[in-house]
């Protein structure tokens, strides 16, 4: 047994690999600390490469695997990463929820029945404090786009990030009618000086 084997094993490794398949984003948020936006060279992991990754990945003893960017759904062959990744492992991608026009919905719906869960930004329960952060409308597509994506059958998560004075809001998204229900693996984790809270949205 390796010595990666056995710290996940032990746990005192996480059994996740994280994977940037990209830089590029369709957004400036505050406080983005890959600093990606629309103005930076379009830089993005090649398919093959993250699927030989997550192989290698799996035999040394890792059984999950996210992808996050950069907006994962800009590239146009994301889903079908995301169905390959889904059959080595449960898989997350973090989205900021805003690219799901018509034709990325229709492609997002594909997803259901996979072992893949769309984690979506929401910072707030107000959508002018969110916006501040995310950009105008954020919260208004982010609403819209949620129970859109459940009612598909897609697994959905959310991840909110608040200042240790604001942890109340972070509870509070789960009252803001997006179907948010917490499970026994949602959390609240601190990272820094800010917490970062995850939660389902369920049908």
């Known amino acids: 047994m390796t010595t990666i084997a ?12 994280w994977f940037y398949s990209n830089y590029h984003c369709n957004l400036t948020c505050t406080y983005c600390f890959t600093e990606s936006s629309p103005s930076i060279p379009k830089m993005a ?16 003893g890792y059984t999950q695997f996210g992808i996050t960017g950069g907006e994962p759904f800009l590239l ?14 449960p898989t997350i991608v973090i989205s900021n929820g805003t690219v799901f026009g ?6 997002a719906t594909e997803l259901a029945g996979h072992d893949v869960a769309i984690q979506i930004s929401l910072d707030a329960p107000e959508p002018d404090l969110n916006d501040e952060m995310r950009g105008e409308e954020n919260f208004a597509k982010v609403s819209d786009v949620i129970p859109r994506l459940v009612e598909a059958g897609v697994k959905v998560r959310i991840a909110t990030t608040v200042e240790p004075d604001r942890l109340d809001e972070g509870e509070c998204l789960l ?11 949602d959390q609240i984790r601190r990272e820094g000086e800010v917490f970062d809270l995850f939660a389902h949205a369920r049908r």
Do not use: C
């Open 6 to 17: 056995e710290d996940l094993a032990a746990g005192t490794l996480p059994d996740r690999v």
């Open 45 to 60: 992991m090649p398919p093959e490469q993250i699927l030989e990754l997550a192989r290698q990945a799996k035999e040394l």
């Open 76 to 89: 146009p062959y994301m889903v079908d990463l995301l169905k390959d990744l889904a059959a080595l492992g």
């Open 102 to 107: 018509p034709k990325r919905f229709a492609r």
């Open 175 to 185: 009252e803001v009618g997006l179907g948010l229900t917490r499970e026994a693996d």
